[in-house]
């Protein structure tokens, strides 16, 4: 499979590549590109910190009660909105009494999930998400999060009697291995529902612009009226895929909210 990268990935490997490589070596890794060791999701992911750090800071500076600017309304509307698919909307509503405290993890792999989403739509940027290691990376910390909430709330042994499902005892040795099971599996579901969506709609944007476009350059060949007229579809192609790629982000990123804030909110519940 040919091997595409950015112009900012070959900048990142041109600077930071040699120590990289010197570091997998002495870690006995060899990457699959031994040009670009910092492969492109790695550096879409770093600069998708980069810029939210960024965005973050400018919007803490312009906080204003009297006069809220345009950036700080967007922000309030990603905590809470009508439509009640805020950070804050999907917490209070699925993760217990509690839900205020977790506002900042959640919200941060939500809005860094959004981000990674919406870099896609970005001439010579590319979704980090649409590669598995970074939805499971962030899959990872939600599983690590809501298992720890749940034995802060508990306490380790009220915590692990949760996955006995409130069964007699006799029926533990049946119970137990499929709740792990179960609770194992929500890696593996936030993981590939995250970037197969992305992955997908990468990949149905690029088949379907190549399509076009070959389809006007065929049409050129035959008759110059055709293929301006044709040529109008690999034009306008982007603009739709576009918006479908936005579209996906945002579910995407409401699924990865939503789910975490459900995961909290039976890790800490009470009753089972």
Request: charged share 10%.
């Amino acid at each position: 499979m040919e091997h595409h990268v950015s112009w900012l990935t070959h900048l990142v490997n041109q600077i930071l590549g040699a120590p990289a490589l010197a570091l997998l070596k002495a870690l006995h890794i060899k990457p699959s590109y031994p040009d670009t060791p910092i492969p492109e999701h790695v550096v879409m992911a770093l600069t998708v910190l980069v810029v939210g750090t960024v965005l973050a800071l400018l919007l803490r500076a312009r906080l204003s009660v009297e006069r809220p600017g345009a950036s700080q309304q967007i922000a309030e509307l990603l905590l809470t909105n009508p439509m009640g698919f805020g950070i804050n909307d999907v917490l209070e509503e699925n993760a217990g009494h509690h839900w205020q405290k977790y506002v900042p993890v959640v919200g941060s792999v939500a809005l860094f999930i959004l981000l990674s989403n919406l870099f896609g739509v970005f001439p010579f940027f590319s979704s980090p998400t649409a590669n598995a290691t970074v939805p499971l990376a962030c899959a990872i910390i939600t599983f690590i999060y809501f298992n720890w909430q749940g034995l802060r709330h508990h306490g380790p042994f009220r915590y692990l009697k949760t996955f006995t499902g409130g069964v007699h005892w006799s029926l533990w040795l049946l119970i137990v291995p499929v709740e792990i099971i179960s609770t194992t599996a929500r890696l593996l579901s936030l993981t590939v529902r995250l970037w197969a969506n992305i992955f997908a709609s990468d990949l149905i944007y690029g088949l379907f612009l190549g399509l076009f476009t070959g389809l006007a350059v065929w049409a050129g060949t035959k008759s110059a009226i055709a293929g301006i007229v044709l040529g109008v579809f690999p034009a306008l192609a982007p603009i739709a895929f576009i918006i479908l790629h936005v579209f996906v982000s945002v579910v995407q990123t409401y699924v990865f909210a939503i789910l975490p804030a459900v995961y909290i909110g039976l890790a800490t519940a009470d009753e089972h």
